[in-house]
């Protein structure tokens, strides 16, 4: 049956003790602010903050210093368009129904009926703005809930774009990403009257990977660091052994090369210079510490993690995002917290903290529990899935359980294929241990476990269509 949000499983404990008062920290200062930073493609540890060894990311960093930096964020599906639906309504795939990244008349379609929380905040009295990618469909036309918006159409480009501003397209001369920061800073220069929510969608830093001029030459002299799983042998992977395009390109041991790492990287900094524009914009304005700014990522990316190179698969470089916030009247400076916290648990947090009533079809949770330390009874492990799209019939449907120790991967179509991990002995996920009698025991809890959180959250109880062979 659907789920309500006090109805989701959070661990085998519920999660009702741990509803906030709405606008929790905000008595003295009225209603919050609200700036999301959406990047593309962005792993949980490319930035200087979450340990990348030469990343430069100051600006963004400070988000994290003067705020929190989430140690275990993630997305219930790692793929650009579907993990952007969960992010605007707080649902999971299965629910909003964006599954795919193909553009198609029904994606366009579907994504201008999204029940969003920026349309629950501009309800609420919020002056709301879209800046960036939208990406489901290929319509770039404004979306309800915005009362100003900046996009593009599909993809995009990183140079000399075409934007749609407020239902009108022109075409710009310069760098994407700085355009888009231009963008969202000029709307913050803007007088308010009221209370405002910004969206800041980026391109960056999807592929190709085209980096500002002026960051080319970056990283020249640094080494890029492989995860001991970039040599994973495969063994016990039949998906990833499976015959047809190989997903990672040919390129078989290392996934991603080198070079489009560091373009990746390079890509960053214009971000980085961005979230700077944006941080003193709210500084000068005297808005900054009024305002919750929130950094994240749609989905990981794997750097030749088992051989791969993109994103869609279940392991955790494809699943696991950065997750940054910061407003002094909500957090402690420096806080670090351990609990899994999600991209449908953005919806809610927000609407909690304006003093908005989260709406019973939002699946994820408010994390105002996790910033106050309340953590009693909170999520253990989650529901993570993907659907098999046509133009990329390689990468077969999957649903998986992610727990703190260990992980299930179940293919429902392809016989003998599923996979589980123990986490704490084996954090790279190198050794399947399905079909090992010692460990059968625990694999069938965590089928199990899979059942009833795909129950409970109103997930598919039927087989996808199987790929072609």
């Known amino acids: 049956m659907p789920l309500t949000r006090r109805g989701f499983l959070t661990g085998m404990a519920g999660a009702g003790a741990l509803a906030a008062a709405p606008g929790l920290g905000y008595a003295k200062t009225g209603r919050p602010n609200f700036v999301f930073i959406l990047i593309d493609d962005l792993r949980w540890n490319a930035l200087g903050c979450t340990g990348h060894p030469f990343a430069k990311t100051p600006n963004i960093d400070r988000i994290g210093r003067e705020g929190a930096i989430f140690q275990n964020a993630f997305c219930t599906t790692p793929l650009c368009s579907p993990s952007r639906g969960s992010f605007l309504t707080g649902q999971f795939v299965h629910t909003h129904g964006v599954k795919t990244n193909q553009a198609s008349p029904a994606l366009d379609a579907l994504s201008h009926s999204l029940r969003t929380f920026p349309q629950e905040l501009r309800k609420a009295g919020y002056e709301t703005a879209y800046v960036g990618k939208w990406h489901m469909g290929d319509d770039d036309s404004p979306r309800p809930g915005f009362d100003h918006w900046v996009s593009f159409r599909g993809q995009g480009v990183y140079v000399n774009p075409t934007l749609n501003i407020n239902g009108k397209r022109e075409e710009q001369r310069g760098y994407m990403t700085d355009i888009l920061s231009a963008r969202a800073a000029d709307f913050l220069k803007r007088p308010h009257t009221r209370p405002f929510a910004l969206y800041l969608a980026h391109k960056a830093v999807h592929g190709n990977f085209e980096p500002a001029e002026r ?255």
Not at 427 to 439: D, S, T, V
């Open 215 to 469: 960051h080319t030459t970056l990283y020249a002299e640094d080494v890029v660091k492989r995860r001991p799983n970039a040599g994973d042998s495969l063994a016990g992977k039949p998906v990833l052994q499976q015959r047809g395009p190989k997903p990672n390109s040919g390129k078989r041991r290392t996934g991603t090369p080198d070079e489009t790492i560091k373009n990746q990287l390079r890509c960053m900094n214009s971000v980085d210079d961005g979230v700077g524009e944006i941080l003193r914009t709210l500084q000068e304005r005297k808005l900054l510490d009024n305002t919750l700014v929130i950094f994240t990522s749609d989905n990981g990316f794997f750097w030749g993690d088992h051989g791969l190179g993109d994103k869609r698969y279940a392991y955790d470089e494809s699943i696991r995002i950065p997750l940054l916030m910061r407003c002094p009247a909500l957090i402690r400076p420096g806080l670090t917290p351990r609990q899994m916290a999600l991209n449908i648990d953005i919806a809610p947090t927000i609407l909690s903290a304006a003093g908005v009533t989260v709406p019973a079809r939002v699946q994820g949770e408010s994390l105002l529990p996790i910033l106050a330390g309340k953590t009693q009874g909170w999520r253990t492990d989650f529901l993570c899935e993907y659907y098999r799209e046509e133009n990329y019939p390689y990468h077969p449907t999957w649903f998986a359980v992610r727990s703190e120790s260990a992980k299930y991967i179940h293919y429902p179509d392809i016989e003998n294929a599923d996979e589980f991990y123990d986490l704490r002995a084996d954090p790279y996920e190198m050794n399947n241990l399905c079909g090992k009698p010692a460990h059968a025991g625990r694999v069938q809890d965590y089928r199990e476990r899979l059942e009833q959180l795909t129950l409970a959250t109103g997930g598919p109880q039927k087989k996808e269509s199987a790929p072609p062979r």
